[in-house]
């Protein structure tokens, strides 16, 4: 079975561009998570959803930064505009409903902004 | 709110060693606590995970025990080998019977050699 895809898996841009990472969950699950992870600050929870709906945004950075989802199969992280400071590893990850259930990660996305 | 500490690495080990990485939590409730590795360029992967007290997760000679008088979720193997070189995370997840967003760890580098 597909685990979580995200892409791209590394991204090289400059200062002031959008970049926005793409992320598949795995079909069926409920929900759905957005995680940075740095070296200063280690793993981060940015927002997640539960089927298709922003539940919890309160570890958003700031207005740069924004998330869709849109359908059961596709969300979206994006920063505009893009800063140094963002750059780190995107992770996307989903689980089925309720807790204890394993949330499975996707191989991240690789951002350096330059 | 809820946190998890476990101890600072890097934790430099010889094949055939016996590993211990500690885990504690805080945390309203009763969590379901997991232990993810992350390999060198990859993303996050389950390694254990136990969801009541006195359950013990185990994998790949890996073990943990939830131990809700102590509040911990100490990680084990008894003979490591050079390819358990990783980063290890400590997780929980709760309260129960809402959403299963993870709360992580600071990670724990582990290095074997030969």
């Known amino acids: 079975d597909a685990g979580v895809i995200q892409s791209p898996r590394h991204e090289v841009t400059e200062m002031g561009q959008e970049v926005t990472l793409r992320c598949k969950p795995i079909?069926?699950?409920?929900?759905l998570f957005w995680y940075r992870q740095t070296m200063m600050r280690g793993l981060e929870l940015l927002i997640y959803f539960n089927n298709n709906v922003p539940i919890d945004d309160s570890g958003m950075p700031e207005d740069r930064f924004s998330a869709k989802m849109p359908n059961a199969s596709f969300s979206t992280l994006k920063i505009q505009p893009s800063e140094p400071r963002d750059s780190a590893v995107y992770f996307c990850a989903s689980s089925l409903q309720g807790p204890g259930n394993t949330i499975y990660f996707g191989e991240g996305s690789w951002l350096t902004v330059v | 709110g809820d946190s998890v500490t476990q101890m600072e690495g890097p934790v430099t080990l010889s094949e055939e060693a016996f590993l211990t990485i500690n885990c504690t939590y805080t945390a309203t409730g009763y969590p379901s606590l997991f232990w993810y590795v992350q390999y060198p360029g990859e993303g996050l992967q389950l390694l254990l995970k136990a969801t009541k007290a006195d359950d013990k997760g185990s994998n790949k000679g890996f073990e943990a025990t939830y131990r809700k008088e102590t509040t911990s979720f100490h990680l084990e193997k008894g003979s490591v080998q050079v390819s358990d070189s990783a980063v290890y995370f400590c997780a929980l997840s709760g309260p129960s019977g809402t959403a299963s967003k993870l709360t992580f760890g600071t990670g724990t580098r582990l290095q074997v050699t030969l």
């Open positions: 079909s069926g699950h409920d929900y």
